[in-house]
């Protein structure tokens, strides 16, 4: 039975001579796996250009509950980057984040509310005249919302410590090496409270960017099984530094 969805990009893998297994995440299944034939040939009906990462796709798919490789019938970019693909900064700032997506998304069932802030923030970073360099910052801190794992703002004091092993603030650091600092903890508030419009304003050297990055992949890694290393994060620092 064919389905129309929207989808997001993750990877391509190469799949005999001029087929590709890619992995998309959608709005309707979640993540899947889907075979596309004939993507390499002159006259592919679904070109292998519009399969990169982070893509955001119109979709008419074949799904079976029963799980495994499904099929696609149709697919466009939509709406077509304007770029991404060309900026070397948001080129970097997408292989960033397609690496951290393709270790949190994992439920092959929809979930909407997800889906929506990911094709969002995506369809932000390229419509945006100029890439904030905290743009990964307050992503990632914002997708755990939706992750299931995000932090509850303090009402009105002032805590000195954040926890990322228990995901709450605090005013005496905890019996464990994974906490922030009180400066840390100023500058995780600051994210939290912020929007992508307002986070041209935040004020973050790129020594603490790069200290608060670490906390948050670490964040991650304490709260989502089998997280890993993200390896792209160095390319970042190259290219913002």
């Known amino acids: 039975m064919l ?21 998309i995440f959608t709005e309707s299944f979640g993540l899947q796996s889907y075979i596309i034939n004939g993507v390499k040939k ?14 955001l796709l119109d979709l008419v798919v074949y799904h079976k509950n029963s799980g495994g490789i499904q099929r696609v019938s149709e697919a466009r ?23 951290v997506l393709q270790k949190c998304l994992k439920q092959q069932s929809a979930d909407e509310p997800l889906f929506e802030y990911i094709y969002y923030a995506v369809s932000w970073l390229d419509s945006t005249t100029e890439v904030s360099s905290n743009f990964h910052l ?58 992508f419009k307002d986070i041209y304003s935040l004020q973050i050297s790129l020594q603490d960017r790069r200290i608060l990055l670490d906390h948050i992949l670490d964040y991650y890694a304490l709260h989502i099984e089998n997280f890993g290393n993200i390896k792209s994060h160095y390319i970042l620092e190259e290219v913002f530094s």
């Open 138 to 195: 307050y992503f990632l801190l914002r997708l755990s919302k939706f992750m299931g794992f995000y932090p509850v703002l303090p009402a009105k004091e002032n805590p000195a410590y954040f926890d990322l092993k228990e995901g709450i603030f605090c005013n005496f650091p905890p019996y464990h090496q994974f906490y922030l600092s009180d400066k840390e903890t100023r500058q995780w508030i600051n994210l939290m409270s912020s929007s």
């Open 3 to 23: 389905h129309k969805t929207r989808g997001i990009v993750l990877r391509t893998i190469n799949h005999r001579e001029s087929s590709v297994i890619c992995q």
């Open 77 to 99: 970019q939509l709406p077509i980057f304007q770029s991404i693909p060309y900026d070397d900064k948001k080129r970097s700032l997408a292989i960033f984040i397609t690496e």
């Open 42 to 55: 002159n006259r592919a009906k679904i070109h292998i250009n519009i399969l990169q990462p982070l893509h």
